[in-house]
């Protein structure tokens, strides 16, 4: 269930000496809800509880005609767009859900369409369960099958290269999200801020980039837009709010990152979102350039 975090760029937020001026931190940014297909409320109970722009995350099922009515569903229940999730093939291979013997939480949105009581002879339930509904084959060219279901705009999540940029926007996505899914599903994939502006370039501003996975402060979200990101995804920070301290806690992580991102910008003498450039950030190649000079 991330959050996205869309900074707008509609109010001045420090006048040109940095202080900061009048706007409240609910006006820097607007926050999307990207709600899982694997969440344990259906999608029609969140829908009729949260009134903020929500999109659906999806992965394909290998019975595409449960996919597609779930597809459907989300369509008539508001939301704005699908997020597929393209880097999940397969579950990764995730040693700690085996150890801790994780239990499959309810599968709220696919209760009486899928069965999900299922007893892995290796790995845990929740590998065996995925890997048992999801379709492992489902590839660019299926993404035509998807869009000739729904009008609703298909982001795609999980690239993390200038190459699959091309293709997601040879197929026709409506925007990318540079994810490795929070690190769960393959080790040794890059962190995602270090390969955004790769993928920045390749897309040359023809739809948006997002950047998910890490974001933890403010700081983080200005180096994500410095770099070319038009908005953010943030996962474990609301979960651990949720835990913490329920509703409000959600509502506090959400506050804190946008204070922070407001302290950021006064900090570094943006007034406005789109003065956050380019230059206020050093990458190590940006290092590696300068001492050639
Ligand atoms: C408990 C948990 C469940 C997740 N479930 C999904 C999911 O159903 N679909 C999906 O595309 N990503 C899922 N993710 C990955 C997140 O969408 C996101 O990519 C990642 O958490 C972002 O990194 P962050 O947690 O560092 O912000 C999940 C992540 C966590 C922590
Ligand atoms: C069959 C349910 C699988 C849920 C997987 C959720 C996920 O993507 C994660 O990272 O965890």
């Not at 991330?2 to 707008?8: E, S």
């Not at 595409?64 to 579950?91: C, F, M, W």
């Amino acid at each position: 269930m991330p959050v996205m975090i869309a900074p707008t760029s509609r109010h001045k937020l420090a006048n040109p000496s940095g202080e900061i001026a009048t706007a409240r931190a609910a006006s820097t940014c607007n926050t999307i809800m990207v709600l899982s297909i694997s969440s344990t409320c259906t999608l029609e109970e969140v829908a009729s509880c949260c009134n903020a722009v929500r999109f659906f995350q999806l992965c394909v099922y290998k019975r595409r005609d449960i996919t597609a009515k779930l597809v459907q569903r989300a369509e008539n229940n508001g939301y704005k767009a699908i997020v597929l999730t393209g880097d999940s093939p397969r579950h990764g291979g995730r040693e700690a859900d085996i150890k801790n013997k994780i239990i499959i939480p309810e599968l709220k949105n696919v209760e009486g369409l899928l069965s999900t009581k299922i007893v892995a002879d290796k790995g845990s339930n929740l590998d065996a369960l995925a890997n048992q509904t999801r379709d492992p084959s489902f590839s660019w060219e299926d993404i035509g099958w998807l869009k000739s279901i729904t009008k609703l705009p298909i982001l795609i999540k999980g690239l993390l290269t200038h190459e699959d940029a091309l293709k997601a926007l040879e197929v026709g996505a409506a925007g990318i999200i540079v994810s490795n899914h929070g690190g769960r599903q393959l080790d040794y994939c890059p962190p995602t801020i270090s390969v955004l502006e790769e993928v920045v370039h390749a897309v040359g501003g023809k739809v948006p980039v997002f950047l998910d996975v890490g974001v933890r402060q403010g700081t983080d979200i200005f180096k994500a837009m410095a770099l070319g990101a038009q908005a953010v995804l943030v996962g474990r920070p609301v979960l651990y709010g949720l835990a913490a301290k329920g509703e409000n806690g959600v509502r506090r992580v959400l506050e804190m990152l946008k204070e922070e991102l407001e302290l950021t910008m006064a900090l570094s003498g943006c007034s406005n979102v789109k003065e956050i450039t380019r230059s206020h950030v050093r990458t190590k190649h940006d290092r590696q350039l300068l001492s050639l000079l």
